[in-house]
T-cell receptor, first 112, second 112 residues
Framework: DSGVTQTPKHLITATGQRVTLRCSPRSGDLSVYWYQQSLDQGLQFLIQYYNGEERAKGNILERFSAQQFPDLHSELNLSSLELGDSALYFC????FGQGGYTFGSGTRLTVV | EDQVTQSPEALRLQEGESSSLNCSYTVSGLRGLFWYRQDPGKGPEFLFTLYSAGEEKEKERLKATLTKKESFLHITAPKPEDSATYLCAVQAPWDSNYQLIWGAGTKLIIKP
């Protein structure tokens, strides 16, 4: 157990629907990062939050949004889902500063 | 543009056959270089952080080294359970958000 908790582990939904992925960071970590990883592809950075504020955006589609709440958990909202959105979505957390990230086990999203 | 390049893309070894994975980077200066291991369908698992040229870190059959332009992950007498994708990432000194710049990974397959 890495200390970063992601729910749900698996999600199957239809095109056009909206889903919410949840992440609880490791205790004490203020920064949360969301990544997308399609089949056999690399990690694509989506968005970063630090202590409730958005800090950086990567290749995040306008249909996607995220937020970090006062208790530091974060949610990634994906709407108007398309088949191509099927992927693993990872959340990572860090203490913010020099050092690496701790990843969660991911949410596997399948859009049918 | 800051980049991280990993080679080879894939590496097949016999059990016990030692080898090295390469991670080269073009980041000017370096705040840190990170190695992760990722098993299929799982989140990346942190292995090592290296901060300065000449630094070395070891863990079981793995040893990571760092020069001013590249890092090597040496695998000594690997076992089938070492099969995974190994990811390298760097943290640039200019980035106030402490983002990681990721390589595409090396897929390592160890045959018994």
């Amino acid at each position: 157990d890495s200390g970063v908790t992601q729910t749900p582990k698996h999600l199957i939904t239809a095109t056009g629907q909206r889903v919410t992925l949840r992440c609880s960071p490791r205790s004490g970590d203020l920064s949360v990062y969301w990544y997308q990883q399609s089949l056999d592809q690399g990690l694509q950075f989506l968005i970063q939050y630090y202590n409730g504020e958005e800090r950086a955006k990567g290749n995040i589609l306008e249909r996607f949004s995220a937020q970090q709440f006062p208790d530091l958990h974060s949610e990634l909202n994906l709407s108007s889902l398309e088949l191509g959105d099927s992927a693993l979505y990872f959340c990572a957390s860090s203490a913010f500063g020099q050092g690496g990230y701790t990843f969660g086990s991911g949410t596997r999203l399948t859009v049918v | 543009e800051d980049q991280v390049t990993q080679s080879p893309e894939a590496l097949r070894l016999q059990e016990g056959e030692s080898s090295s994975l390469n991670c080269s980077y073009t980041v000017s200066g370096l705040r840190g270089l990170f190695w992760y291991r990722q098993d299929p369908g799982k989140g990346p698992e942190f292995l090592f952080t290296l901060y300065s040229a000449g630094e070395e870190k070891e863990k079981e059959r793995l040893k990571a080294t760092l020069t001013k332009k590249e890092s090597f992950l040496h695998i000594t007498a690997p076992k089938p359970e070492d099969s995974a994708t190994y990811l390298c990432a760097v943290q640039a000194p200019w980035d106030s958000n402490y983002q990681l710049i990721w390589g595409a990974g090396t897929k390592l397959i160890i045959k018994p």
